[in-house]
């Protein structure tokens, strides 16, 4: 098992930045590959962005390159997310999530999920 806690959500004006935290517990964190998704009201989970046990790959969704940056820390069990030029578009529920190994795009394929933290990106 692995327990996943986001941090770091929160209201912020259209043109900030926003860094999530997600901190890892149980199993050896880098065995796993990560991925960050999120949520709005009415729509289905997207993928944002993963990296792989190393960090050695990381993948984007095109909404969101060049603006976010995923990185991890397996000394301190932790997966970050850094948000910058934020839209109101990006408004959502944010998850992170591990899988064994491999990562993905597809949110099905993430075996632990985090309970997720609210990002508001006003106009």
């Known amino acids: 098992q692995v327990q996943l806690v986001e941090s770091g959500g929160g209201l912020v004006q259209a043109g900030g930045s926003l860094r999530l935290s997600c901190a890892a517990s149980g199993r050896p964190f880098s065995r796993y590959a990560m991925g960050w998704f999120r949520q709005a009201p009415g729509k289905e989970r997207e993928f944002v962005a993963d990296?792989?046990?190393?960090?050695?790959?990381?993948y984007y969704a095109d909404s969101v390159k060049g603006r976010f940056t995923i990185s991890r820390d397996n000394a301190k069990n932790t997966v970050a997310l850094q948000m910058n030029s934020l839209k109101p578009e990006d408004t959502a529920v944010y998850f992170c999530a591990a899988r064994g190994h491999v990562v993905s795009t597809t949110p099905s394929e993430y075996n632990y999920w985090g309970q997720g933290t609210q990002v508001t990106v006003s106009s």
């Open positions: 990296i792989s046990w190393s960090g050695g790959t990381t």
